[in-house]
């Protein structure tokens, strides 16, 4: 058979593949997609006008305005700073190197509410190190921050580990200095691990409830989208909760697929 009638016979799948594919999106299926289509027909169940009118309510506006805005910040500084500490923690040697590799993963074991308390504590108005971030919108940043940090590092991380030092020795043997062999050498390959790192920090700080739930005081100022749909489900609005997470769910969507594409650009390019 010619390689032309090879590429265009049509790619046929083995049965154990095609079990395998069959169990994935069945399980993803009811994990995932059933009920997210839930939450998107409840959503318009007063109809699209009540959806409009409860998408764009000052005070559901107020919230994702919020939500959005602090979750690219955490976004953005983690992606630097996440890659500030995988590269301490892959590259130097100091004493409570394993006590710091303990700390990152931290936010991942504690239950977020517990981190909330943890973070009350720090910063609020009984704190140690005498910063009262107690009902501020800095007490939130610094909450995502805390809970979103360990995604960049931990991505990061494998990256940083696998790369061939013999490269970077070469650079600086033929006289790059260590900004332009970072930018040429190292930040290619690590570039599409910070953008898979920054899209799973944002997706997280989108959803964080628990964690800001204390320092935050559930004020109007600081009142995120998960917090705000709590309380429309406590005022039994499910239709209203429905609509804000349909939002949010949308602005997600399109922000982490716009970090795939760098992901993918960046992976193209190294």
Same mark, same amino acid.
Not at 68 to 89: F, P, Q, R, Y
């Given at each position: 058979?010619?390689?032309?009638?090879?590429?265009?016979?049509?790619?046929?799948?083995?049965?154990?593949?095609?079990?395998?594919?069959?169990?994935?999106?069945?399980?993803?299926?009811?994990?995932?997609?059933?009920?997210?289509?839930?939450?998107?027909?409840? $959503?318009?169940?007063?109809? *699209?006008?009540?959806? *409009?009118?409860?998408?764009? $309510?000052?005070?559901?506006?107020?919230?994702?305005?919020?939500?959005?805005?602090?979750?690219?910040?955490?976004?953005?500084?983690?992606?630097?700073?996440?890659?500030?500490?995988?590269?301490?923690?892959?590259?130097?040697?100091?004493?409570?190197?394993?006590?710091?590799?303990?700390?990152?993963?931290?936010?991942?074991?504690?239950?977020?509410?517990?981190?909330?308390?943890?973070?009350?504590?720090?910063?609020?108005?009984?704190?140690?190190?005498?910063?009262?971030?107690?009902?501020?919108?800095?007490?939130?940043?610094?909450?995502?921050?805390?809970?979103?940090?360990?995604?960049?590092?931990?991505?990061?991380?494998?990256?940083?580990?696998?790369?061939?030092?013999?490269?970077?020795?070469?650079?600086?043997?033929?006289?790059?200095?260590?900004?332009?062999?970072?930018?040429?050498?190292?930040?290619?390959?690590?570039?599409?691990?910070?953008?898979?790192?920054?899209?799973?920090?944002?997706?997280?700080?989108?959803?964080?409830?628990? $964690?800001?739930?204390?320092?935050?005081?559930?004020?109007?100022?600081?009142?995120?989208?998960?917090?705000?749909?709590?309380?429309?489900?406590?005022?039994?609005?499910?239709?209203?909760?429905?609509?804000?997470?349909?939002?949010?769910?949308?602005?997600?969507?399109?922000?982490?697929?716009?970090?795939?594409?760098?992901?993918? *650009?960046?992976?193209?390019?190294?």
């Amino acid at each position: 058979m010619s390689q032309a009638s090879s590429a265009s016979a049509p790619y046929r799948l083995r049965p154990v593949a095609t079990a395998g594919l069959g169990v994935a999106v069945l399980w993803l299926s009811l994990l995932v997609l059933l009920p997210l289509t839930a939450v998107v027909v409840k $959503s318009t169940g007063d109809g *699209w006008p009540g959806f *409009w009118d409860a998408a764009t $309510s000052t005070q559901s506006l107020a919230a994702i305005r919020l939500t959005v805005v602090t979750s690219l910040i955490v976004c953005v500084v983690n992606a630097v700073m996440g890659t500030v500490v995988a590269w301490v923690l892959v590259r130097d040697r100091f004493p409570g190197k394993r006590v710091l590799e303990v700390l990152i993963d931290i936010p991942f074991a504690l239950p977020t509410i517990v981190a909330g308390l943890v973070l009350l504590t720090l910063y609020g108005a009984t704190s140690p190190l005498g910063v009262n971030w107690y009902a501020t919108r800095k007490g939130l940043l610094v909450a995502l921050l805390f809970v979103t940090l360990p995604f960049v590092v931990r991505t990061v991380e494998p990256v940083l580990l696998s790369l061939e030092r013999d490269v970077e020795e070469a650079a600086a043997s033929l006289g790059a200095g260590p900004w332009t062999t970072f930018r040429r050498i190292i930040l290619p390959p690590i570039l599409p691990a910070i953008a898979s790192g920054a899209a799973l920090a944002f997706g997280r700080a989108m959803g964080e409830y628990g $964690s800001v739930v204390l320092i935050s005081g559930q004020l109007s100022h600081t009142e995120i989208a998960s917090l705000h749909i709590y309380k429309q489900i406590q005022d039994d609005d499910l239709a209203g909760a429905a609509a804000t997470a349909t939002v949010l769910l949308v602005i997600s969507l399109l922000v982490i697929g716009l970090l795939g594409l760098v992901q993918r *650009w960046a992976a193209r390019r190294g």
